[in-house]
């Protein structure tokens, strides 16, 4: 287990398309070591997740936690889940607008529209199958990271360019209020 060098956007890894992981090799050592080492880097960086090719191996898996994380204060609490190969199917039309950063960008935070309903198809890191629903704030963080493994960043995303802005810029003019409208999405969808 360690802790690897995050890359960042526009390195040739971050922008294709990861592979799928062979099912039958979730278990084997390899796989075991790269998702240690997702975990222990998206700890190090108070990630609220982390795919396996913001650190280089360019296949289909990430993981996600929010705890009592510094860098996303208003994000409600998600236990460590191991994602591999997901597949994601929008239940709603309903969207949130999303303020978003990421590991791979450094200083910018954005607008991003995301399903607040969808439902969630992966294996975890045992190789069993899993399905379930996924509401609120946390399916945005879903999206964020199953965006990754397709080669897409945020900021690929952002429709309105004025709501770039930096991560010092939101904390001083934004954070509350955007705080009350993830409080808002919360209450209505239950997470
Ligand atoms: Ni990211």
Not at 109 to 134: A, C, L
């Amino acid at each position: 287990m360690s802790i690897k060098q995050v890359l960042q956007i526009g390195h040739p890894v971050l922008a294709a398309r990861a592979a799928e992981v062979d099912v039958d090799r979730i278990r084997s050592a390899e796989v075991q070591c790269w998702i240690d080492d997702m975990i222990d880097t998206m700890r190090d960086a108070n990630g609220a997740g982390i795919a396996a090719n913001q650190i280089g191996i360019p296949y289909r898996l990430f993981t996600i936690e929010v705890g009592n994380n510094p860098r996303y204060p208003y994000k409600p609490p998600i236990p460590l889940t191991v994602v591999i190969n997901p597949e994601i199917e929008f239940l709603s039309d309903e969207t949130f607008s999303s303020n978003e950063g990421c590991l791979s960008v450094p200083q910018i935070r954005g607008r991003v529209d995301r399903y607040v309903h969808i439902r969630v198809s992966y294996y975890d890191r045992n190789g069993e199958g899993q399905s379930s629903e996924v509401k609120g704030y946390s399916a945005c963080t879903w999206q964020h990271e199953y965006d990754h493994l397709d080669g897409i960043l945020f900021p690929h995303r952002v429709t309105d360019p004025t709501s770039f802005c930096s991560w010092s810029v939101f904390q001083e003019y934004q954070q509350a209020e955007f705080s009350d409208e993830v409080r808002n999405l919360v209450e209505k969808w239950g997470a």
